[in-house]
């Protein structure tokens, strides 16, 4: 029997309120300083999204103001065959924090490890530094 782990979780939680990083993930320019690379995105459903000169491309399926964002997402390292994935971003208040909970579902076996790294590598570790340098 193969097991999948095409289910990834993780929890951060960052040095601004919620609302603020739910706006700045849906804002271009925003999401570009925090990801050191051209985004494409907004905050409405049907958005397209495309981000690390598109090595990760999706449309925004559902936007819930100022807490829920759901895109579909998929990476270069994607398979032609292999669907797209969905993410599920909440965002709630943790004091005068925030907190972000990541649900990313059916992501490929192939690409597992990699995306689950690339979270931490490429938004959580940037987003920390942004906020700490304003």
Do not use: C, N
Request: no cysteine.
């Amino acid at each position: 029997m193969t097991v999948s782990r095409s289910v990834i979780t993780q929890t951060v939680v960052l040095t601004a309120a919620a609302k603020t990083l739910f706006a700045m993930y849906l804002d271009p320019i925003a999401h570009e300083a925090i990801s050191g690379g051209p985004v494409v995105i907004a905050p409405e459903r049907g958005a397209e999204f495309r981000a690390f000169d598109g090595v990760i491309t999706g449309t925004i399926l559902a936007v819930v103001t100022p807490t829920l964002i759901v895109q579909s997402w998929r990476s270069a390292e994607f398979k032609p065959s292999d669907r797209d994935s969905t993410l599920i971003l909440s965002f709630t208040p943790q004091g005068e924090q925030g907190r972000i909970d990541l649900v990313h579902l059916d992501v490929p076996d192939h690409d597992y490890d990699g995306v689950t790294e690339g979270w931490e590598k490429y938004y959580w570790v940037p987003w920390r530094r942004f906020l700490q340098s304003r």
